[in-house]
Structure formats: structure tokens, C-alpha cells
């Protein structure tokens, strides 16, 4: 069965790095039919794309945040990875991993979320 | 890249229907047919309910259609249901490997 499952701490301090985690269940994240994105959601306000991780290894990140975003992947435990630098209160947000599909670009099945809270 | 713009709510009575708009530019609603829509309900993950700008997933019901002129595209949920109520959010192919989402459209059942 397909899961994604975000983790991560919950708590994070201001201009520390977060770092979280997506685990792939059901299939592999070097699949070539799929690529693997980041979105995050701060309280009450909408969905916004971090980056997409692609099979190939390579990756792509949204221009406002491409300073300070990683993403990398560990294929050996089928598992996608986010780092953001020098966080702020702005960073607080449910972070979701999704399954993107290579051919049409839309976002499939998604991660239930995890929330982070950038604390002060 | 811009947010593409959703209104922020619309409403219809059970049975009735509403439609949802989402404008953005020739980058990247104009540009692709890579246009997807997902329903969010409170305190979960959103969930795909059309993609490539008409099509919708299997298990999603016939009563949400899409469509696209130009630089906008629109959702249509017909016979409104109670759980249609949710955030419903527009996203696009912005070239260049590039995603955007739309600011999000609250949609309540009277």
C-alpha cells in the first residue's frame, strides 16, 4: 500500500536548520514514472511548493527558497529528505512530502503532514 | 513566481452548484495543460481531485469538472454535497520544473 509519512521535530528554534523526512512505503523513490515534492502550509494560509526531489537524484527548489533549502535522498531507505537554514517564525508550517507524477505534474498522493513551529 | 488567484470563498446550497476560478499568466495556466485542483477538509493533507487541467482520479465523483480558457481555469463542483465543504486549492505547471499553487478558495455548503 502507497504511504508517505513526514517526521521530524516538532519545535525549532530561530536560525537553527530544520530538518525532516518523508518515508516512501509502496513504492521505490527511484521510480522513474514519479519525482518527489516538498509543499508547506502556514497556520490559516495556503499551500505553497518548496522543491521537487527527481529520480535522476537531481532536484529543483522554488526560487524564494532556493538559498535556503536541501533536499536529498537516502534510496537505501526509500526515504526523501528537507533541510531548511537560518529558519524563522515565517518557516512555521505543516510540511507535507507528496508523490508527483513525472508525466503531468500533478501531486498524487500526499503525507498526512508534519507541523514545525519555529520557536523564538 | 505569483500565486495564482482563487476568490477567497464561494458558497450554493445543497444540489446546487459552484464554480471556482484560478488566474494566472501565460507562464503557467496560459502556458501548460498541467493543471490540477486538490480539497483540503480541516486538519488534513489535500487530496487530488483533477489533473491535467479536465481529468479527474479514480474514486473522485463525476460531480467535480474542470476546465481552462486562456490564462483561467475553473472547477465546478455540481450537486452539492455536505462534504464538498472545504479549501479548495488550484495548481499549475510554471515551466522551468517550476510549481504554483493558488491563494485557495473556502467553499461552503449553506
Known amino acids: 500500500q502507497l504511504q508517505l509519512q513526514e517526521s521530524g521535530p516538532g519545535l525549532v528554534k530561530s536560525s537553527e536548520t530544520l530538518s525532516l523526512t518523508c518515508s516512501v512505503s509502496?513504492?521505490?523513490?527511484?521510480?522513474?514514472?514519479?519525482?518527489w515534492g516538498w509543499i508547506r502550509q502556514p497556520p490559516g494560509k495556503g499551500l505553497e511548493w518548496i522543491g521537487t526531489?527527481?529520480?535522476?537524484?537531481?532536484?529543483h527548489y522554488n526560487p524564494s527558497l532556493k538559498s535556503r533549502i536541501t533536499m536529498s535522498a537516502d534510496t537505501s531507505k526509500n526515504q526523501v529528505s528537507l533541510s531548511v537554514t537560518s529558519v524563522t517564525a515565517a518557516d512555521s508550517a505543516v510540511y507535507y512530502c507528496?508523490?508527483?507524477?513525472?508525466?503531468?505534474?500533478?501531486?498524487?498522493?500526499w503525507g498526512k503532514g508534519t507541523t514545525v513551529t519555529v520557536s523564538s | 513566481q505569483s500565486a495564482l488567484t482563487q476568490p477567497p470563498s464561494a458558497s450554493g446550497s445543497p444540489g446546487q452548484s459552484v464554480t471556482i476560478s484560478c488566474t494566472g499568466t501565460?507562464?503557467?495556466?496560459?502556458?501548460?495543460?498541467?493543471v490540477s485542483w486538490y480539497q483540503q477538509h480541516p486538519g488534513e493533507a489535500p487530496k487530488l481531485v483533477i489533473f491535467?487541467?479536465?481529468e479527474r482520479p479514480s474514486g473522485v465523483p463525476d460531480r467535480f469538472s474542470a476546465s481552462k480558457s486562456g490564462n483561467t481555469a475553473s472547477l465546478t463542483v455540481s450537486g452539492l454535497q455536505p462534504e464538498d465543504e472545504a479549501d479548495y486549492y488550484c495548481?499549475?505547471?510554471?515551466?522551468?520544473?517550476?510549481?504554483?499553487f493558488g491563494t485557495g478558495t473556502k467553499v461552503t455548503v449553506l
Open positions: 526531489f527527481f529520480w535522476s537524484g537531481s532536484t
Open positions: 501565460s507562464s503557467d495556466v496560459g502556458g501548460h495543460n498541467y
Open positions: 495548481s499549475s505547471y510554471a515551466g522551468d520544473n517550476n510549481f504554483v
Open positions: 507528496a508523490r508527483i507524477s513525472a508525466f503531468y505534474s500533478y501531486m498524487d498522493v
Open positions: 491535467e487541467v479536465t
Open positions: 509502496g513504492v521505490s523513490i527511484t521510480d522513474r514514472s514519479f519525482f
